[in-house]
């Protein structure tokens, strides 16, 4: 059972391109969601999604997309990258659309945009 | 939004000893959970506890809803506790899992 997988687990990229980091599951799990973490804190909730089709905003939306196609996949997407958007991405996901189900992370995306 | 609070930022232990993290929320929560963040990156979760108290092995947790603050017990501390522990919490009974997390308490346990 591999869990949450993302890929890759280290990009660089310069300001202005664009790249999808990728997310999957294979629990079944309804629930998915991206954060990010920046040095010295705690993970900011970028965007989520309750089911296939399903998608809302977070805490910090701006200049990430998303979609679900898939109940295993949740692709994010850099359009235009800033280095401000220079961070450790996760990629979690938890069984049902209730609240109180336990989070798993994927094991991260080190982005550095230059 | 809600505010999350651990204490203290950091924590040096030696091997054996023990110890309490704290965690202060804001508002009331239906959601709280702890993780762990070891020193490669990666994050478990410890335990799901809006209210009440858990144990699994030297870990326990308990929270006390009703005064927003919620306690992570490390006892007989190994080095492999080491890593940031972060405590993140739910508002309101909402779709999913949308957690606010704290900034996360650091952990170094000496051999």
């Known amino acids: 059972n591999a869990g949450v997988t993302q890929t890759p687990k280290f990009q660089v990229l310069k300001t202005g391109q664009s790249m999808t980091l990728q997310c999957a599951q294979d629990?079944?799990?309804?629930?998915m969601s991206w954060y990010r973490q920046d040095p010295g804190m705690g993970l900011r909730l970028i965007h989520y999604s309750v089911g296939a089709g399903i998608t809302d905003q977070g805490e910090v939306p701006n200049g990430y997309n998303v979609s679900r196609s898939t109940t295993e996949d949740f692709p994010l997407r850099l359009l235009s990258a800033a280095p401000s958007q220079t961070s450790v991405y996760f990629c979690?996901?938890?069984?049902?659309?209730?609240?109180?189900?336990?989070?798993?992370f994927g094991s991260g995306t080190q982005l550095s945009v230059l | 939004g809600i505010q999350v609070e651990q204490s203290p930022p950091d924590l040096i232990l030696q091997e054996g000893a023990n110890s309490t993290l704290r965690c202060n929320f804001s508002d009331s929560v239906n959601n709280l959970q702890w993780f762990h963040q070891n020193p490669w990156g990666q994050l478990i979760n410890l335990f799901y506890?809006?209210?009440g108290t858990k144990q699994n092995g030297r870990l326990s947790a308990t929270t006390v809803a009703t005064e927003r603050y919620s306690l992570l017990y490390i006892s007989s501390s190994q080095t492999t506790d080491s890593g940031v522990y972060f405590c993140?919490?739910?508002?309101?009974?909402?779709?999913?899992?949308?957690?606010?997390f704290g900034g996360g308490t650091r952990v170094l346990v000496k051999p």
């Open positions: 993140a919490v739910e508002m309101v009974k909402a779709a999913g899992n949308k957690l606010t």
């Open positions: 979690a996901s938890s069984y049902s659309r209730g609240a109180g189900e336990k989070l798993f």
């Open positions: 506890i809006p209210s």
């Open positions: 629990m079944n799990h309804e629930y």
